[in-house]
């Protein structure tokens, strides 16, 4: 593999990481046994962990091995490992060009960059596909075939902030609440699948204090998605076969306040914004919560 860091400088050869990617991503015994090291609890105990000062022992040896150069920050002392991997850098070592001809990168990383072509293969952590395969909507494939697609690996060594690329505006920074179903289901084919969303008020996660004592809702929309089609040979990826419910949470909570689930036909009931996926970002924008 070779490389070309920011100031211009090219090597050749793997290092430690690329050589442990490779096993972890290019083995399916070893993606089956990782599986449990990226379960949601896991996460938590380790983030939670990372947050101690305790966790700070970790840094000098992780710099050292790394080559980090920690003058280039902000701080060089932190009271955990968590807020020295979030460290922030001296606005003099990013600076951004703003020239409207020009493509900035939204982060540091290891950078691949592919054509896109109809069968065009590129690599995601060892993992190959199609910009069809990636996007899951042929429509919107097709705009970008003849162009390029950038690859940005985020490394344990890089940077881990990043910027907008474009102007633009701020979303609302509405909290959702994404739930799925389909008629098809791999474990049968012998009836299609009831369809029920799950709806069940959670406990909370701090990493502070451990899960919180009361059960709620805490997004302030759900979108719920289902997976029309009735046939196999029907792809999953055209979206003309998905139709999307848009409901305010408050709805649920004073309508179904402790239901667990909910079956589409009660969905309907509380009357949510039916659309498609092409309209689906502006009614999460301006419904009315």
């Not at 700070?56 to 040896?61: A, E, F, H, N, S």
């Amino acid at each position: 593999m070779r490389y070309r860091d920011r100031k211009g400088n090219e090597y050749n050869g793997e290092n430690g990481q690329d050589r442990l990617l490779a096993f972890v991503y290019g083995h399916a015994v070893t993606r089956l046994l990782i599986r449990p090291l990226l379960s949601p609890i896991v996460s938590r105990i380790g983030g939670a962990f990372l947050n101690t000062r305790i966790s700070k022992l970790g840094i000098r040896p992780f710099v050292k091995s790394n080559g980090i150069d920690l003058s280039i920050y902000e701080k060089q002392e932190f009271a955990s490992y968590n807020e020295f991997f979030t460290r922030k850098i001296r606005a003099a070592e990013r600076p951004a060009d703003m020239r409207e001809n020009v493509l900035i990168s939204p982060s540091d990383g290891k950078v691949s960059v592919y054509p896109i072509e109809e069968n065009g293969i590129f690599r995601i952590k060892h993992t190959p596909y199609t910009v069809r395969q990636l996007l899951w909507d042929d429509k919107l494939a097709d705009r970008y075939m003849g162009g390029w697609i950038y690859v940005i690996r985020l490394t344990v060594d890089d940077y881990h902030r990043y910027c907008y690329v474009s102007d633009g505006y701020r979303s609302s920074g509405r909290r959702i609440e994404v739930k799925s179903a389909a008629y098809l289901q791999s474990w049968t084919e012998d009836y299609f699948s009831h369809i029920i969303f799950d709806i069940a008020p959670k406990r909370a996660w701090n990493p502070q204090t451990g899960y919180s004592p009361e059960r709620s809702r805490h997004s302030d929309l759900y979108v719920f998605c289902l997976y029309t089609a009735r046939s196999r040979e029907q792809s999953i990826r055209n979206l003309d076969l998905w139709e999307f419910y848009v409901l305010p949470t408050s709805v649920l909570d004073q309508q179904k306040p402790n239901q667990k689930s909910i079956a589409l036909n009660s969905l309907l009931s509380l009357e949510p914004i039916k659309t498609n996926f092409q309209d689906l970002g502006n009614i999460i924008e301006t419904i009315a919560l």
